[in-house]
């Protein structure tokens, strides 16, 4: 299940509710390795820790998937996502339960057999960060 249908596979069984943070066990190679904000997740376990923080963070989290599409060969697939949710403390912030509305895109390298190897997200998070807080 190489490319696309592995990503959405993570995308349907991580991020839609229920969120399911265990099925990155199955889906992820052990040294699976996340970069998002600048920062750099390494393991599958400090990957999985990641993605149960922030899922905690928005609560009534619901996660849609805009387009996909992938190379050639289905190793590297791109997604543009729009995450919605409440407030539950995203960033930082105050949890306040205000309405939350993120848009990203995720890049994939997926291995022949369907697992995946890492990602690098770049999301609208200082205009999110911005409008929790008061900024312009």
Known sequence: MPGIDAVHNFWERVWQPP?????????????????????RIEGREAFKQWARGFGSSIRDLEFEVVESFENHDGSRVASMWRVTGRNDGVFGTEPDGRPIEMTGTAIWAVRGDGRL????????AYEVYRRLTGGA
Request: charged share 30%; hydrophobic share 40%; net charge negative.
């Open 19 to 39: 969120q399911d943070y265990d099925a990155i066990d199955d889906l992820v190679v052990e040294d699976f390795v996340l970069i998002t904000g600048g920062q």
């Open 117 to 124: 190897v890492s990602n690098q997200v770049e999301r609208n």
